[in-house]
């Protein structure tokens, strides 16, 4: 009967149904195979159940920081101060993107905002320097991916909601494999540079330097609030989220005054569109997990996969394949609902840290989205940069493999992800 769920999940995905239709069909087709005596109604409160979470207010909140930001002045003042420190050195305006994606990253924690944000304004400045098309747009849609581990991260709060993990926990735990990303594609740009004697820029005073600093400061103030904050104590990471969106505005509509308030109904809009369709993702997700639950599906895949007797580092590369694969095809937060329930028997038996294992995910999500066939970042670039799609995923291979070699890092020596964590909160 399992396979009948699946069967209808691809085939309405093939028709082009939007995501939410798959999920909620085969959960209903589920629940009608293996609960014919239930009324329906428990499968609509599943459904609500599954949005009740009160960590899930933080996405919205997320959502509508990234919006005032993108639409401000912040991404530009970050971008300069970083280019004023790294302009001169040999690629130093590749690694400005790399450094400038995790700095907005950490303000927004939307990888698609950074994509636009960052890749507007840095891709025609590294074109113009004698970068290649297909490395500028590779390094700008995988290192957009950077929000994803670098708080906050919406990836990492559906993970801790679905699999009651601390997202408190999450967050900082992202932070170092984040950190060694930015340091890899640095040394990879730095490289790359020198291979096709990419000409540096003029380097900029240390007055020059000052100034950017200042204009950047109140920027740089997201995430104090958001890692120091949570690391302090001080609020929780929802709370974090409404502050973050008293502070854009502020920001945005106060001190710098790039927008109006009455340009806050508008984008408040578009912020709820993006959230239904988030929420509505999960509310399907919520009922199709409690079906697969209820019917022992997780069981029976595990079974069935052999890997009920399988030792930690065999069950973590299980899960690091599945969602490597799965984020390939399918929204990510579509992967994290179904997956998520199906693996966590197994991460409980086999004793590993949630937290890792949710670092883990995060990363294979924050892959998925710079991947081929239907990477969400992918998309982004061809309409934001209006390029092929061939165009677009030319320059990715290398940074993908940069982005594997750091899973491998975190696997093997799981303390870059757990140091934080464990100092924090031992």
Known sequence: MTELMLTVMVVLLLFGFPMKMPLISAAFIGFLIYFPNFSPQILV????????????????????????????????????????????????????????????????????????????????????????????????????DLAYLIPPSIGMIIYGVVSGTSISQLFIAGIVPGLIIVAFFSAYCMWHAYRHDIPVLERSGWGERFDAVRRALWPMGFPLIIVGGIYGGVFSPTEAAAICVLYAVVLEALIFRSIRLRDLPDIALSTGAITSVVFILIAAGAAFSWTLSFAQVPQTIISSLGLNEAGPIMTLTAIILAFFIGCMFVDS??????????????????????????????????????TPPFGCNLFTAIAVFRRPFVDVVRGVPPFLLILLLTTGLVMAFPQIALFLPELAYR
């Open 45 to 144: 409160q599943q459904m609500i159940g599954g949005v009740k979470p009160s960590a899930l207010v933080a996405v919205p909140m997320f959502i509508l920081a990234a919006d005032i930001i993108t639409r401000g002045h912040s991404a530009d003042r970050l971008i300069d101060v970083v280019m004023r420190f790294m302009g001169h050195i040999k690629g130093g305006l590749a690694i400005s993107v790399t450094s400038a994606c995790a700095l907005f990253g950490a303000v927004c924690g939307s990888t698609q905002a950074t994509v636009v944000a960052v890749g507007g304004a840095m891709r025609p400045r590294m074109l113009k320097s004698g970068y290649s098309d297909s490395f500028t747009i590779g390094l700008i849609v995988n290192a957009a």
């Open 333 to 370: 937060i579509v992967v994290i609902l179904i997956l998520v329930p199906i693996f966590a028997p197994l991460i409980k038996s086999t004793g590993l840290d949630p937290v890792l294992v949710g670092v883990l995910i995060t990363l294979q999500v924050a892959i998925g989205a710079a």
